[in-house]
């Protein structure tokens, strides 16, 4: 399994922007698929996940403004962020589980600052 994240940037406070993470399997058949990130200085964290069994999990600081999202057809989850702050600058990645083996993504990096 290969995943590929895309769409990070540098964003203004306030802005929105969209990560993808396309993967080279069937997404449909993957136990979940998911968001972490990595500030500098800190350790990796959960940011959404959505499993295949349906609903997503979120952390609770970032609910309200994130949204993951899936498109089966083309083997893609989504990651929608508005209003960004500054201190959701980070290399987020696209985590995959697939009968308990794990994949990763190579990163993307969002930078929120005016």
């Known amino acids: 399994v290969q995943l590929q994240a895309s769409g990070g940037g540098l964003v203004q406070p306030g802005g929105s922007l969209r990560l993808s993470c396309a993967a080279s399997?069937?997404?449909?058949?993957?136990?979940?698929m998911g968001w972490y990130r990595q500030a500098p200085g800190k350790e990796r964290e959960l940011v959404a996940l959505i499993p295949r069994i349906g609903g997503t999990v979120y952390a609770n600081s970032l609910k309200a403004r994130f949204t993951i999202s899936r498109d089966n057809a083309k083997n893609t989850v989504y990651l929608q962020m508005n209003s960004l702050k500054p201190e959701d600058t980070a290399v987020y990645y696209c985590k995959a589980e697939i009968l308990r083996s794990v994949y990763w993504g190579q990163g993307t990096q969002l930078t929120v600052s005016s």
């Open positions: 399997g069937n997404i449909f058949s993957f136990d979940y």
